[in-house]
């Protein structure tokens, strides 16, 4: 068949093939960042108002996107974890869209396919983050960017501006640190252009307005305004500790380290880009007409500059955790994908011809080798499970990191759910909020972790805020967490029953309400007297 001819089927089997091997990640458990996103969706759903009634750092976006799969698929792991395969096809279609647009069809489609297997091999813990959410309308505003340079009308130029605009502010919206995306798009956006039109300047900050004027004007709606203003500020507090250089350095050792393990493949071919660029030029041997347009240097330089965007927006947050990166993942698979069109082009060249017969050859054998490496990485990983052969404990007994581990979370979660009922309240004293989501408890107080109330950085007023709520509302339950030293978001080299020792009027309403029943992993299960 003729690829021009059969564009739009082409990229459908390669989404099919990505979601279909990436299936399993729907069998995957909740770490705690995806447990707090559910725990405010889902109390978004209830009536909650976040910030006010939830307390959490991060912008709202996240919560919201996290409200809308609940909603439509139940307050379940499945509706988390189907958010990762909901989002892809839309960041397919703008992958393709803009590979097609830099060097042809083919880039579009290996794009599709790098982005979709570097994905799909994340762990549980980096997959379904803000991060990996936030680079959908980043990708989006890229794309908006290139339709503007060609659309012929200026009426058309206007509406790519202002979709552009309003993108970048929905990615604001996600985590603060991306203003260095949006700079780095204004940056490609003048490089494009060459030149400032004023008019679609004017549109693009229109759009932004729109959405982030939008935006706060519903949070003073619903009273959350200031909240979210108090939250944004403190957070800095947290951000800084990473400045410290040997903090700085040894975090991003350790991350880094993980990364190139993760994306070694990736790192290589987007760093081969320039060599393999002056390979195919030195050759003489261009690529066939079917597959291939003139590359336009200056659109390469804009995903040049979101790459270094992101990388920056990366750094900016002091510590390099391994979901920071995830928003370079679409850039890099870009270069990715022309460097390994660029090569088998070459190598198709000098087999022998026709060229195009043994370029489907080669793309297909790489394209195969792409698909065995997903699968046994997810299917590989979940297929006793789902065969029936490996009980759920032991699955989710797989699934660690750090202290956490998913077969404790499960275990107590079922151990309270034969005690509790939905809606019933509870209280955990560390950061373990996927128990609240998975028992469809409500947070007993707006600090679904423990964090903001021992750290320095935070207001003091708010550790008798938390035992005030408490002391008016006793939760038949309360869990202390065990083991959980996390000095990057408490500020103190100790775990949160330690701690508690420390935060006298909560440990004292602790002991005189409640008494130690169990223990279940590094969770210490409390329960009320009679």
């Known amino acids: 068949m003729r690829l021009r001819q059969n564009v739009w089927l082409a990229w459908g089997l390669v989404v099919l093939v990505v979601l279909v091997l990436a299936a399993p990640v729907l069998t995957y458990p909740l770490g705690r960042d995806q447990g707090e996103f559910a725990t405010i969706g889902a109390g978004i759903l209830r009536g909650a108002v976040p910030y006010v009634d939830l307390w959490n750092p991060k912008p709202p976006a996240i919560f919201y996107t996290y409200a809308g799969v609940i909603r439509l698929f139940g307050q379940s792991t499945f509706a988390v974890r189907a958010l990762d395969l909901l989002?892809?096809?839309?960041?397919?279609?703008?992958?393709?869209?803009?590979g097609r647009r830099l060097s042809g069809v083919w880039v579009g489609l290996w794009a599709?396919?790098?982005?979709?297997?570097?994905?799909?091999?994340?762990?549980?813990?980096?997959?379904?983050?803000?991060?990996?959410?936030?680079?959908?309308?980043?990708?989006?505003?890229?794309?908006?960017?290139?339709?503007?340079?060609?659309?012929?009308?200026?009426?058309?130029?206007?509406?790519?501006?202002?979709?552009?605009?309003?993108?970048?502010?929905?990615?604001?919206?996600?985590?603060?640190?991306?203003?260095?995306?949006?700079?780095?798009?204004?940056?490609?956006?003048?490089?494009?252009?060459?030149?400032?039109?004023w008019r679609e300047v004017v549109a693009f900050c229109a759009g932004g307005l729109l959405v982030g004027l939008?935006?706060?004007?519903?949070?003073?709606?619903?009273?959350?305004?200031a909240a979210w203003w108090q939250s944004a500020r403190v957070t800095a507090g947290y951000t800084a500790q990473g400045y410290d250089l040997g903090v700085f350095l040894a975090d991003m050792r350790n991350y880094a380290g993980y990364r190139w393990t993760h994306w070694h493949v990736l790192w290589v071919l987007a760093i081969g880009w320039f060599p393999a660029r002056f390979l195919a030029y030195k050759s003489g041997k261009l690529p066939n007409n079917r597959t291939y347009t003139v590359t336009d240097t200056h659109r390469w330089r804009m995903i040049g500059v979101w790459l270094m965007g992101t990388a920056i927006a990366m750094l900016i947050q002091a510590k390099g955790y391994d979901y920071h990166?995830?928003?370079?993942?679409?850039?890099?698979?870009?270069?990715?994908?022309?460097?390994?069109?660029r090569l088998i082009t070459l190598l198709a060249s000098w087999l022998d011809t026709p060229q195009q017969k043994y370029y489907t050859r080669i793309?297909?054998?790489?394209?195969?080798a792409l698909s065995v490496w997903l699968g046994v990485h997810t299917w590989g990983t979940a297929f006793g499970y789902l065969s029936g052969r490996e009980p759920a404990?032991?699955?989710h007994a797989?699934?660690?990191?750090?202290?956490?581990?998913a077969d404790e979370s499960q275990a107590v979660a079922d151990y309270l759910r034969q005690r509790v009922a939905p809606n019933d309240t509870l209280y955990i004293w560390g950061f373990r909020p996927e128990v609240y989501y998975l028992t469809q408890t409500r947070p007993a107080t707006r600090f679904i972790f423990q964090f903001p109330l021992v750290a320095d950085w935070y207001p003091d007023d708010?550790?008798?805020?938390?035992?005030?709520?408490?002391?008016?509302?006793?939760?038949?339950?309360?869990?202390?967490l065990r083991g959980d030293f996390m000095p990057w978001v408490t500020g103190q080299d100790a775990d949160s029953n330690t701690l508690l020792q420390d935060y006298t009027e909560l440990n004292n309403w602790l002991i005189f309400n409640y008494e130690r029943e169990t223990q279940i992993g590094n969770f210490l299960v409390w329960k009320r007297k009679a």
């Open 363 to 368: 793309a297909l054998a790489i394209g195969l």
């Open 325 to 341: 990166w995830l928003p370079m993942l679409p850039p890099l698979s870009l270069l990715a994908a022309d460097t390994t069109h």
């Open 87 to 98: 989002l892809y096809v839309p960041m397919a279609a703008a992958l393709f869209a803009l």
């Open 393 to 395: 404990a032991d699955y």
């Open 462 to 480: 708010w550790q008798q805020q938390n035992v005030d709520t408490l002391w008016a509302s006793l939760p038949p339950y309360v869990l202390v």
């Open 398 to 405: 797989r699934f660690v990191g750090g202290e956490v581990r």
């Open 214 to 225: 939008g935006g706060m004007a519903y949070l003073a709606s619903i009273g959350a305004l």
């Open 112 to 197: 599709t396919g790098l982005f979709g297997v570097f994905y799909f091999t994340e762990t549980f813990w980096t997959l379904s983050q803000n991060d990996g959410v936030a680079a959908l309308p980043m990708t989006l505003a890229v794309w908006s960017v290139f339709a503007l340079q060609d659309a012929s009308t200026a009426r058309a130029r206007l509406i790519y501006a202002a979709v552009a605009g309003a993108l970048a502010a929905l990615t604001l919206w996600f985590k603060y640190p991306y203003l260095f995306f949006v700079l780095a798009l204004v940056a490609g956006y003048l490089i494009m252009r060459r030149r400032w039109v």
